[in-house]
Nanobody, 115 residues
């Protein structure tokens, strides 16, 4: 099983990034997918979730209206479009796959928002 995140980097406040998470080794279309983030010294927090069929996206209040989660089951990939980025969004972003009691994590990708 592998979840490989990409697309992180350094961006100025107000800028945009698109994160991708490529999955392999499990039936991607059967799993709900989420993005989490963890800043230094803080607990990991849920950012956004999308169901296995691509419906019912949910977002943390702190990112509503700025971030969009989507998935392409044919490409076995989940995305996080991040707009109007703020310094407070600086974190390591992790991809998560979940189905019942099974869950998998990626290794994370760093997003730094700074001028």
């Amino acid at each position: 099983v592998q979840l490989v995140e990409s697309g992180g980097g350094l961006v100025q406040p107000g800028g945009s990034l698109r994160l991708s998470c490529a999955a392999s080794g499990f039936i991607f279309s059967s799993y709900d997918m989420s993005w989490f983030r963890q800043a230094p010294g803080k607990e990991r927090e849920l950012v956004a979730t999308i169901t296995s069929a691509g419906g019912s996206p949910n977002y943390a209040d702190s990112v509503k209206g700025r971030f969009t989660i989507s998935r392409d089951n044919a490409r076995r990939t989940v995305y996080l479009q991040m707009n109007s980025l703020k310094p407070a969004d600086t974190s390591v972003y992790y991809c998560n796959a979940k189905r019942r009691s099974l869950g998998y994590w990626g290794q994370g990708t760093q997003v730094t928002v700074s001028s």
